[in-house]
């Protein structure tokens, strides 16, 4: 069963970075695509990079990158802001699944989520 452990969040001021970090245990992420949600108070929860997707928001801001040896995906946040704040979410699902990357129910493994304020 594959476990993924997201981390990395915290209080950021607006126009600072964060890297968040999902390490998975339990399987090789070699035979999974990695999406990353968030979901702040009242909103769906939406994709927000996925294979080569990023949300409209946060193009050009935000990259998602792998370390095949140490087991993680991570998600570089640039020029953080305010609307950026949200809980954010890893989530797997085998690579052979051909649907829409930002569908969350495509998914099969989900972490716990890590906070991420924005705020000055």
């Known amino acids: 069963q594959l476990q993924l452990v997201e981390s990395g969040g915290g209080l950021v001021q607006p126009g600072g970075s964060l890297t968040l970090s999902c390490a998975a245990s339990?399987?090789?992420?070699?035979?999974?695509?990695i999406g990353w949600f968030r979901q702040a108070p009242g909103k769906d929860r939406e994709g927000v990079s996925c294979?080569?997707y990023s949300a409209d928001s946060v193009k050009g801001r935000f990259t998602i990158s792998r370390d095949n040896a140490k087991n993680t995906v991570y998600l570089q946040m640039n020029s953080l802001k305010p609307v950026d704040t949200a809980v954010y979410y890893c989530?797997?699902?085998?690579?052979?699944?051909?649907?829409?990357?930002?569908?969350?129910?495509?998914?099969?493994?989900w972490g716990q989520g890590t906070q991420v304020t924005v705020s000055s």
């Open positions: 989530a797997a699902r085998p690579r052979f699944v051909q649907a829409m990357c930002t569908m969350p129910s495509t998914y099969n493994y």
């Open positions: 339990g399987g090789s992420l070699d035979y999974y695509a």
């Open positions: 294979g080569s």
